[in-house]
């Protein structure tokens, strides 16, 4: 079994930055692609963004430039650096842990951390 665990969430103005931790248990991690979503009152849950075992990332449109995903496989985290913050990133922000072996895919999700943007 694993178990996701985010921190960093919290309140930043417009223009702020925050940091996102997610702390994996298990073995897995490391073979893991992990990734970050997020869903705003009202709309579906959608992918932010993604690093794969190997370290390939993949964004949003809306946050490329913006924010950087890394994992230190090291401690089992993963991060998500949070920059120029808008108001419409406000969400409540998920991490997931995708593990596949050949005909089998097992999905994991955290709690959820809330961001909000906002003066």
């Known amino acids: 079994q694993v178990q996701l665990v985010e921190f960093g969430g919290g309140l930043v103005q417009p223009g702020g930055s925050l940091r996102l931790s997610c702390a994996a248990s298990?073995?897995?991690?490391?073979?893991?692609?992990m990734g970050w979503y997020r869903q705003a009152p009202g709309k579906p849950r959608e992918l932010v963004a993604a690093?794969?075992?190997?370290?390939?990332?993949n964004y949003a449109d809306s946050v490329k430039g913006r924010f950087t995903i890394s994992r230190d496989n090291a401690k089992n985290t993963v991060y998500l650096q949070m920059n120029s913050l808008k108001p419409e990133d406000t969400a409540v922000y998920y991490c997931?842990?995708?593990?596949?072996?050949?005909?089998?895919?097992?999905?994991?999700w955290g709690q959820g951390t809330q961001v909000t943007v906002s003066s």
């Open positions: 997931n842990a995708d593990f596949r072996t050949p005909g089998n895919r097992v999905n994991y």
């Open positions: 298990g073995s897995i991690f490391r073979f893991s692609t």
């Open positions: 690093i794969s075992s190997g370290g390939s990332t």
